[in-house]
């Protein structure tokens, strides 16, 4: 899938719930194609791919076809989408993927298999309890899954470094597995929930 096809199908989306045509909340994303593109080219269609409430892109890239993904998504489950097929598993809860990501990745160890766990969390939750438990626990039991840290620099309409007091937005102090933490920044013309125009579900 290429940045065009992936920004086409999310303008839609945006146009849909700026109609009224979606009725529940949606999490958009944009300008963050290229690095997500680049990391799925590790990504085997064995493994599993945990995200949170902003989903859409990492689904698309997974394999799950269009016509099903919009489906869901118009029928109110844009924040909490899963495909058993393609492996995909998404949490609208804050932080609630972590653990569900862990165990997964437990699991995957404790039977042999090769499958790796890759989970998505946005720049706040990186700099939560939660997460730094996760990623400790799953550093220290050297499990097989991968932490994706995508940084907007905002945690819905605050600013993810004055709220923390700091100027680096995420750093992990720990001495971390290599490839355990991947982080990126992007900008994104869409606010953190809806497109831009208030819509009463």
């Excluded at 849909?16 to 529940?24: K, P, V």
């Excluded at 489906?71 to 972590?98: T, Y």
């Excluded at 160890?109 to 706040?124: A, P, W, Y």
């Amino acid at each position: 899938m290429t940045p065009s096809e992936m920004i086409r199908f999310e303008t839609s989306i945006a146009d849909a719930f700026n109609r009224g045509e979606i009725r529940a909340p949606v999490h958009l994303s944009d300008g963050n194609e290229v690095p997500l593109i680049d990391y799925f080219r590790q990504v085997r269609d064995s493994d599993w791919v945990c995200c949170q409430w902003r989903s859409h892109y990492a689904c698309l890239l997974k394999g799950v076809p269009e016509d099903e993904l919009r489906a869901e998504i118009m029928a109110g489950r844009s924040i909490s989408l899963c495909f058993p097929k393609q492996r995909v598993i998404s949490s609208a809860i804050a932080g609630g993927i972590l653990p569900i990501a862990v165990g997964l990745a437990l699991g995957i160890k404790r039977v042999g298999g090769s499958e790796l766990v890759h989970c998505f969390v946005g720049d706040m939750m990186a700099l939560s309890g939660i997460f730094f438990e996760c990623v400790t626990y799953a550093n220290n039991f050297q499990l097989p899954i991968q932490f994706i840290v995508e940084d907007n620099e905002i945690s819905v309409c605050t600013d993810t470094k004055a709220t923390w007091g700091r100027k680096n937005l995420w750093v992990y102090d720990a001495k971390l597995r290599p490839g355990l933490v991947h982080y990126y920044r992007y900008k994104s013309r869409y606010p953190h929930a809806g497109a831009g125009k208030r819509v009463e579900f």
